[in-house]
């Protein structure tokens, strides 16, 4: 069974940058394509980053230039890197894995990031 974890949430400041970590088991890139969502209190779900298909990634218009997902498969791990942090990006923030055969989801239990002065 596929569980996700995720860290690096917390309290920054505008400009601010942080990074959040999500931890797989095993060889999970190989058989799910991985991203990020975040839900703001009263929002919908929404999609912050992707990998999709030959290893594109997708970003959401409102932070693009700002925020960067990588993967580290040795470590079976991804991150998201939030660079000049607004308060409108304060949400919080799941891993996801969509299954590539099945397209059945797992989701992390998501981190708060709040952007406040």
């Known amino acids: 069974q596929v569980q996700l974890v995720e860290s690096g949430g917390g309290l920054v400041q505008p400009g601010g940058s942080l990074r959040l970590s999500c931890a797989a088991p095993?060889?999970?890139?190989?058989?799910?394509?991985m991203g990020w969502y975040r839900q703001a209190p009263g929002k919908e779900r929404e999609l912050v980053a992707r990998?999709?298909?030959?290893?594109?990634?997708n970003y959401a218009d409102s932070v693009k230039g700002r925020f960067t997902i990588s993967r580290d498969n040795a470590k079976n791990t991804m991150y998201l890197q939030m660079n000049s942090l607004k308060p409108e990006d304060t949400a919080v923030y799941y891993c996801?894995?969509?299954?590539?055969?099945?397209?059945?989801?797992?989701w992390g239990q998501g981190t708060q990031v709040t952007v406040s002065s």
């Open positions: 095993g060889n999970i890139f190989s058989t799910h394509f």
């Open positions: 990998f999709t298909i030959g290893g594109i990634t």
């Open positions: 996801n894995a969509e299954h590539k055969l099945f397209h059945s989801n797992v």
